[in-house]
């Protein structure tokens, strides 16, 4: 492969300790950490369903943000108002700009920089949100500017066709040697392969593929650590 690509949120961070660490400050009760996780993927899909309905412009940005933890809380029997999903929101936003990289990702960029690899980001989210998450991480240490993409700077999202091709035309790649890594298989592993790219799901959350899927990842690694693996062999 010449090219990596690299999905950010849950992909090259863990994405659930902001959630944990905002739960815990707004949310008034004891969870074990099983409901804990299951409530952050909850949020997730959510996130994930209505961020589509926000980019089609059916509901509001901030029906998005707020709406995606009101859901979840609910399946676990917490009511929270729109107010403190609000909050909810602001709070989790505030531990974002905390989030470090997974250590083995940290090594793995090192390795693949100095290997001369054509190295980008491709994410989902507003411009400022992700421009903030891709700062904090400090990805401009192995990739440069020009090499980070993030749908809300360009109107359209993963799994869109289009954002691959964009990218695939600004780095003047070859998709059959052009792999993207990404978590979520609804965006990324059916993207990347409806654009002809090879793709590795990091499938640390263990979610189950859809039945009839179309598509398949290439690879299925469950750890930081077995991506690295993976590239360097050992
Ligand atoms: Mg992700």
Redesign the pocket.
Known sequence: MKTIIF?????LYD?AISFYRTFKKLVNENRTYEELDAIYRLSRKYSEQLFDQSEKGEITVFDWQTGRFIKALDDFNISISSNTAAEFHEAYKEEQARITLFPEIKELLSILKQQDKQLAVL??GEEQHQTMKIKQLELAKWIPNENIFISGSHGIAKPNREIFDIVKDKLDCDPAETVYV???FE??IIGAKKAGWQAIWMNHRKREIPNNSEFYPDIELQHAKDLLSYFTGH
């Open positions: 999905d950010v949120d849950d992909t994405q994410t989902n990404g978590d979520s965006k990324d």
